[in-house]
């Protein structure tokens, strides 16, 4: 379960759990710990009351991808020696068929039934998931029933048409996150399809005709790095003029070197704290809502509950893994959903968070700086005193 973060503030702290956040005088906290009294007073006021998270299932629809990024964790040591520097060498191809669905739905629900959750929440992820999208209708249909309440995909969205999304939205899909690695020149050399070509413009369109056709909640997830961060204030102009049925979240994320030969020069530091507090001011005053950035790995529903106790990453071939970036990776393989996990002691040194193997942008005591400026910020702006849900 994910614990509360306390960050400091100009009035005090901020505590932050997943559903609520309080503002708190500076006697509340001693040493960078709540001291008795506030929390025996938070106590009082219901703040640690909250419902039991639900089973929280990433799927795997597809694995293959119709961009090619050479940042992504799926690429492979072979992608720096492929024919086609556009279509870099990935994990395995799977596809999810109709039988693994059903495979998927009496995993989920046995693991809910074990645990004793009775709410469910789905990531349809990929490689590209849209590259599949009968599968992804049909399990959002299939899971429905097992008290699905909140269901959103990864997607890059070139693939998405408005028929497409209105069925995604009818069958439970509230919203979907797509990447952008800067403004149009930046990102068109970084996110390209297979031919090579720019994708910037196909993806706004698919954003503003897929939100017309279906009220689609939409999260923007910046990918920052010495290439493009001059000219994110331009994207955001962009973003927050696009004309979307609700409001969208924006996320700002450092791109991790995961070990294919991918570099980002910026590290943790106040300089780097500054530029995003100047883009995240943007983003506000332009109508978007950005959430916090610092919440750690280890509170993560898919990887921090070890084998399947808090939820469970699926590959497209029902293969069972610990994150993300292991996933569709045979040497990181924990169970299968028609056989369960593997026991614990064939597991334990293949349980990892996410960003395992990536690159650090600096020190543990540099991010933990980086992340609570920018985030007590975000708080700043975000909330009014007292408590908030």
């Known amino acids: 379960m994910r614990q509360p973060r306390l960050i400091p503030s100009e009035n005090g702290w901020w505590y932050v759990s997943p559903r609520k956040v309080a503002l708190l005088p500076p006697e509340a906290a001693r040493e960078g710990r709540l001291t008795q009294q506030a929390e025996e007073e938070l106590i009082k006021r219901g703040f640690f009351t909250t419902a039991e998270p639900p089973f929280a299932v990433t799927v795997l629809t597809a694995t293959s991808c119709n961009l090619g990024c050479s940042y992504c964790f799926q690429n492979t040591e072979a992608s720096q020696t492929a024919s086609n520097p556009f279509a870099p060498a990935r994990i395995p191809r799977r596809l999810l068929v109709q039988e693994g669905v059903e495979r998927i739905a009496d995993f989920v629900q046995e693991r809910m039934s074990a645990i004793g959750a009775d ?22 249909r299939r899971l429905k029933p097992l008290g699905l309440s909140n269901a959103q995909m990864i997607s890059n969205v070139v693939l998405l048409t408005p028929q497409i999304a209105s069925e995604l939205s009818h069958a439970g899909l509230r919203r979907i996150q797509v990447s952008f690695d800067g403004h149009r020149a930046d990102h068109d050399r970084a996110r390209v399809d297979h031919k090579g070509s720019g994708t910037y413009d196909r993806i706004l369109r698919n954003i503003t005709q897929a939100s017309q056709a279906s009220g689609m909640k939409w999260q923007f997830r910046v990918n920052v790095s010495h290439r493009n961060l001059k000219g994110l204030d331009r994207l955001i102009e962009d973003l927050s003029s696009l004309p979307l049925r609700q409001p969208a979240d924006l996320d700002l994320a450092l791109i991790d070197d995961v070990g294919v030969g991918y570099d980002n020069d910026l590290s943790y530091g106040d300089a780097l704290a500054d530029r995003f507090i100047e883009l995240i001011d943007l983003a506000i005053d332009s ?84 992340f609570q400026k920018i985030d007590s910020h975000i708080l700043n702006r975000t909330y009014s005193p007292g408590i908030r849900q």
């Open 119 to 140: 709410r469910l929440s789905l990531v349809l992820f990929g490689g590209e998931p849209l590259l599949n999208p009968s599968a992804c209708t049909e399990l959002l």
């Open 287 to 370: 109508g978007l809502s950005v959430p916090v950035i610092g919440t750690p790995l280890s509170s993560c529903p898919f990887c921090s509950g070890f084998a399947g106790t808090t939820g469970a990453v699926i590959n497209a071939d029902g293969t069972l893994y610990s994150c993300w970036e292991t996933a569709g990776r045979a040497e990181w393989a924990v169970g299968t959903v028609s056989d369960g996990y593997l026991p614990d002691d064939q597991i334990k040194n293949k349980w990892v968070a996410c960003d395992y193997a990536a690159e650090s942008h600096g020190s543990s005591e540099k991010a933990k700086r980086f």
